[in-house]
Nanobody
């Protein structure tokens, strides 16, 4: 079953903003966003654990993760985008360890492509 579906990807100019959304059918205490660019390994972007957000260092205050339990959505507001932010972004859910450095979460979405032009 598809339990997470991302949307909001697309193309944007450097310095612009883009908001990603993830619709899920069932939540866990740990929800997050990962990304993977061609030729690069997957990396964690942001997560929210029992309402508490955490971010990767490269975010540098540019992104904000939020969750709306009533609507079953996970959001990632991204400002001041850079070309290096170009990647496939995945929504994920985990019911065990909650870490951006752990890349084998329990459930994953299909991804939404983000391209930041220079």
């Amino acid at each position: 079953q598809v339990q997470l579906v991302e949307s909001g990807g697309g193309s944007v100019q450097a310095g612009g903003s883009l908001r990603l959304s993830c619709k899920y059918t069932w939540s866990a205490y740990c929800m997050g966003w990962f990304r993977q660019a061609p030729g690069k390994k997957r990396e964690g972007v942001a997560l929210i654990e029992n309402g508490n957000p955490a971010y990767a260092d490269f975010v540098q205050g540019r992104f904000t993760i939020s969750q709306d339990s009533a609507k079953n959505t996970l959001e990632l507001q991204r400002n001041s985008l850079k070309p290096e932010d170009s990647a496939m972004y995945y929504c994920a859910r985990n019911s065990t360890d909650c870490s951006l450095w752990y890349l084998y979460w329990g459930a994953w979405g299909q991804g939404t492509q983000v391209t930041v032009a220079s």
